[in-house]
């Protein structure tokens, strides 16, 4: 396995743990709370933001699908995800109040949080297990030497620990942004 495979595979996991983050919403309207919705148009599935604009203003979304016949699929797709949003719709765009969160739902989303940053750590561990059996068999296989293996075993924990941070930091910021009133 190559150092910049693996760079890319830890870029991934942290690039997914961001996504699944920013769809946790914190009480203030941003577009990430909807872009990432899957909506059922045209005999498949595609996210909010492949359909339509999406802006935010005051603690409203306001989604304005480039096909109007879109809006009633995208205000089902809405109403069905788990973030309990009762969306309005007009004759050109679904519109969203997003309602301040109660204490107890800021306490849920914070666990929420602190689940999907421990399955990113579960995915960077496997990354470096992945990796280290790699090289392991790389010198047993007279491709790289006992030195080379140790410097790539070196390199890929220092990744993993740089990987690990950002996580953490990732988990961190999220919560306070869900426990500031």
């Known amino acids: 396995m190559k150092q910049q495979d693996i760079q890319n595979k830890l870029n991934q996991a942290i690039d997914y743990l961001k996504e699944e983050v920013g769809a946790i919403r914190t009480g203030q309207a941003t577009p990430q709370l909807v872009e990432s919705l899957v909506v059922d148009v045209y005999g498949s599935k595609m996210k909010i933001v492949e359909l339509a604009s999406i802006s935010v203003d005051a603690g409203v979304i306001s989604i304005s699908p480039w096909d109007k016949s879109n809006i009633d699929p995208i205000a089902r797709a809405v109403e069905a995800s788990k973030m309990g949003f009762?969306?309005?719709?007009?004759?050109?765009?679904?519109?969203?109040?997003?309602?301040?969160?109660t204490q107890e739902r800021r306490q849920e989303f914070t666990k929420l949080v602190g689940e999907k940053v421990e399955n990113a750590k579960i995915t960077i561990r496997n990354i470096r297990?992945?990796?280290?059996?790699s090289f392991d068999e790389m010198e047993e296989n007279?491709?790289?030497?006992?030195?080379?293996?140790k410097t790539q075993k070196s390199q890929v924990e220092e990744e993993v620990?740089?990987?690990?941070?950002?996580?953490?930091?990732?988990?961190?910021?999220?919560k306070q942004a869900l426990m500031k009133v």
């Open 86 to 101: 009762v969306p309005n719709t007009d004759s050109d765009r679904v519109i969203i109040n997003v309602p301040p969160l």
């Open 129 to 133: 297990q992945d990796a280290m059996k």
């Open 161 to 174: 620990k740089k990987a690990n941070e950002k996580v953490i930091l990732i988990g961190e910021d999220k």
């Open 142 to 149: 007279g491709v790289i030497s006992e030195d080379e293996k």
